[in-house]
């Protein structure tokens, strides 16, 4: 009888100190002179003292305006030095960081808001389309009456940088100002009372049952997978990461920030979002020796005009992830880039890195798998009777462990319904585990689609599109693609007479969805594929697709 695809990550010892606000303290006393981070668009350079005291003086100067430990406050903004001493802050003073993806527009931002029930919101300068403290006030326009919000009622304090004087939004200067002069009691009392399994951040992850949820994560759940990703990575103070990558989700903030507070590696920040240039600039001119991305972000240096001008040999390691990294594009970034020891990693939201490849393991093995399971993690592949499979044997992914979320924020049915009682979170993934331990992700349960990093959920996108009056009916799925991994599609069952228009279409949901969540091919159809018993073929409906393609 074949062995169960059943394995368990060695036993290491955990960082300490445990939570955030230490660890920070801890860089500041052990390497007080050596950069912390450098924002390259602000022209900003922070040493670990440096970050320490700008995230001692906010969160002094956040508890002084009467927010208090347990609070939730949100963060709406792109990369840039003021969203990572924010983050530390927060945590210091014992708050909750609702982190809002910078794609949102007013109804998601609303949602997320509303069911994170936030006390606080800080709010950076506008890009391109995203004026976010524009959107703010259209959402809580009382705001600038100084009178409390009737869609946000919980809502108390705003804070914004980098942005023009608005009334009811306080300034970012002025805050840290205020802590500044602030005495440490309050401060000292929030750390007292702080534990590592205490929540500090809420990640909205969109659901398969249409709205967002609010994955609840401990300082345990993220501080500590920070410091292991960075231990299989190889990182030390010695170590300058390139963090291109948004700071919103677990990409760049557990495995970015985190990696680099746990080691004393410093952050380097190439820009507001991705530009290929800046992050080629970046790397040359801060000798960066790793760099983290989704594979449609290391494909656009790679064929970049100004790649073969940079020199990029301080180069060693390195994190593709986030989408289904392609071998060849791999092998182009270990060889060009110089990425010798560039990694793979597995994880979700929920649960952040499982499987990580080392530079120990073969070629072929960092190429074709995700590596092997991260210490004091466990991982089983079970059926759909929720059994043990045999090695080989494709089988959900099911993971336990300090990494597992505590569960979707004030959401007791979901949490239920991705975490069992025996405290496994039921990922959705399928995938086989081999003898050696290595996992291969060979599909998904939940349908989600993955396009260039960013995870869509398609019952969310079919529930916003049905609003839609001249929409009878609407199924979305990814299709292949070699540009994203994977795009958008469409299949919509119009109302009688009413007209097959697809940039209308788009233009119906733009501005109200993010612009990710728009569907790339709409197809209009007057039926779906169905099973016997009536259940929609998705899979169906992708091949049918693909099979188009060919033929185009």
């Not at 394995?7 to 230490?22: C, I, N």
């Not at 405290?423 to 291969?440: A, E």
Request: aromatic share 8%; with cysteine.
């Amino acid at each position: 009888m074949a062995a169960a695809s059943h394995v368990k990550g060695r036993s290491e010892a955990f960082f300490s100190p445990g939570l955030f606000g230490s660890a920070l303290t801890r860089s500041a006393i052990l390497w007080p002179e050596r950069d912390a981070l450098v924002s390259l668009a602000q022209g900003g350079q922070y040493s670990w003292a440096d970050l320490e005291r700008e995230a001692e003086h906010l969160a002094k100067g956040l508890l002084a305006l009467g927010l208090a430990s347990g609070d939730r406050v949100a963060l709406w903004a792109l990369n840039c030095a003021e969203w990572i001493i924010a983050q530390f802050a927060t945590a210091k003073a014992g708050m909750i960081l609702v982190t809002i993806n910078p794609a949102y527009r007013v109804t998601e931002f609303r949602y997320a808001m509303q069911a994170a029930g936030c006390t606080g919101i800080i709010v950076g300068p506008a890009f391109k389309s995203s004026d976010f403290a524009g959107m703010l006030l259209e959402v809580a326009p009382e705001l600038a009456l100084h009178e409390r919000s009737r869609k946000l009622p919980n809502l108390q304090v705003a804070i914004g940088f980098g942005i023009p004087a608005l009334p009811g939004i306080a300034n970012w200067d002025e805050v840290r100002a205020i802590g500044r002069a602030s005495s440490r009691q309050a401060l000292d009392r929030s750390e007292a009372a702080m534990d590592e399994l205490q929540p500090v951040n809420i990640q909205f992850t969109s659901g398969t049952t249409g709205q967002p949820k609010g994955v609840t994560l401990s300082h345990r759940n993220i501080l500590q997978n920070g410091w292991f990703t960075a231990q299989a990575l190889g990182l030390t103070e010695t170590d300058r990461l390139c963090l291109p990558v948004p700071l919103y989700h677990c990409f760049g903030m557990v495995t970015g920030v985190l990696a680099c507070v746990t080691t004393g590696a410093a952050i380097v920040l190439p820009g507001e979002a991705f530009d290929p240039y800046a992050t080629l600039v970046a790397l040359e001119n801060e000798r960066c020796t790793a760099v983290y991305g989704v594979p449609t972000m290391y494909l656009a240096m790679l064929e970049s005009s100004e790649f073969a001008q940079r020199d990029l040999r301080a180069l060693r390691t390195g994190i593709m992830a986030g989408s289904l990294c392609p071998p060849p594009l791999m092998r182009n970034v270990m060889e060009r880039m110089h990425v010798a020891d560039l990694a793979i990693c597995y994880g979700m939201t929920e649960a952040p890195v499982s499987f990580q490849t080392s530079p120990r393991h073969t070629i072929d093995q960092r190429m074709e798998t995700v590596g092997t399971v991260q210490p004091n993690i466990e991982v089983k592949l079970v059926s759909d009777s929720g059994e043990t499979v045999p090695l080989g044997t494709p089988g959900e992914i099911c993971v336990r462990g300090y990494n597992t979320m505590a569960g979707y924020w004030n959401d007791r049915d979901a949490t239920a319904g991705a975490l069992d009682t025996a405290g496994w979170m039921h990922t959705g993934d399928l995938g086989t585990l081999d003898n050696d331990g290595f996992l291969r992700i060979v599909g998904r349960i939940k349908g989600m689609v993955i396009r260039g990093g960013e995870n869509l959920y398609p019952k969310e996108i079919e529930d916003f599109l049905r609003r839609h009056p001249d929409i009878l009916d609407v199924h979305v799925f990814g299709v292949s693609d070699d540009t994203f991994g994977e795009e958008l599609c469409a299949r919509v069952s119009l109302r009688a007479d009413c007209p097959e228009d697809a940039d209308a279409l788009r233009s119906f949901c733009k501005g109200r969805i993010a612009r990710h969540k728009i569907p790339r091919y709409i197809r209009f159809v007057k039926s779906f594929p169905m099973t016997v018993t009536g259940k929609v073929q998705k899979h169906e409906m992708r091949r049918l697709m693909e099979v188009e393609f060919q033929k185009a």
